[in-house]
């Protein structure tokens, strides 16, 4: 099986819902995903393997800055470089687009993820209090200036 790496359109929607159920324990909804693929401010990345999303996430132009809304590998997929790989195309595209500087909240507990953002250049410059509704847990917010 090949990996496919393109941007996300409207019929990768039911394969996504599919992969954000199996990699996040509170996934987004059809009408989040859908409104944020047809979001002319908005860029999704999707990785496929074969008929799977083994990977996707994406950002918003919001105002000349990028937000990046949620990125994900499938677990079984984790520590083989794709999230890294996704970040970084997510960095070019909005280096393309002219946008100079990117944020993201990221669980505090998420370690992994933090080490990952960290190693692109990504830093910590503030905490949200009781940001994730599913145990309140806080949220660091990062950024990078220098897209």
Request: glycine share 10%; charged share 30%.
């Amino acid at each position: 099986m090949g990996l496919e790496i393109r941007e996300a359109v409207i019929t990768d929607v039911e394969d996504i819902i599919e992969f954000e159920k199996d990699c996040f324990e509170h996934p987004w909804g059809e009408q989040s995903i859908f409104g944020e693929l047809i979001n002319n401010k908005s860029f999704y990345i999707v990785f496929y393997e074969g008929e799977d999303v083994i990977a996707f996430g994406g950002y918003q132009d919001i105002v000349g800055q990028g937000h990046i809304t949620t990125m994900g590998v499938r677990e079984d997929k984790r520590g083989l470089g794709y999230g890294k790989k996704l970040l970084s195309l997510i960095v070019e595209h909005a280096f393309r687009k002219d946008i100079k500087e990117m944020t993201l909240e990221v669980r505090e507990s998420n370690i992994t993820a933090i080490n990952l953002y960290e190693s692109m250049g990504f830093k910590i410059y503030g905490k949200r209090k009781n940001y994730y509704a599913d145990n309140h847990e806080d949220a660091y917010i990062m950024w990078r200036f220098d897209i």
